[in-house]
């Protein structure tokens, strides 16, 4: 019964370790999305509803009231271009929990709203 007991606590560990180091591997980067819109406006090689998990750091926090049916706050990423924006938005009140210059780990899904394609992030 031990034995069983430390091949499960092993197969447990080693689960956790490959989790935990490939799981940045499946991260995408404010270049990485500032790209793919450059290369088509419906956004190259995403689908619409499809998931993400940004990875990024925070250039600017705004908090933009009632839009889309309900409060959003703005987050400005660092994309490596300075003379464009890269944005995703979060549903809620996000300023108590990001702060400009944070990096940030958030799963965004691809909407569409009136033909307009935007990253959301579901809750701050």
Known sequence: MKRL?????A?????????VGFWPLTTVSGADL???????PQYLGYSLDSGI?????ILRVEYIGPFLGG???????EDGSPQQTMVIYVRGD????VKDGDLIYA?????????FLYWEVPTP
Not at 5 to 9: E, R
Not at 53 to 57: G, S
Request: charged share 10%; hydrophobic share 50%; proline share 2%.
């Open 5 to 9: 007991a430390v091949i499960g606590l």
């Open 11 to 19: 197969l447990t560990l080693a689960g956790l370790v490959f989790a």
């Open 34 to 40: 500032l790209a793919s819109r450059n290369a088509s």
């Open 53 to 57: 998990t940004v990875h990024e750091r």
């Open 71 to 77: 409060p959003i706050t703005t987050l400005e990423l």
């Open 94 to 97: 996000a300023t108590t929990v």
């Open 107 to 115: 799963w965004a899904v691809l909407r569409n709203y009136g033909g």
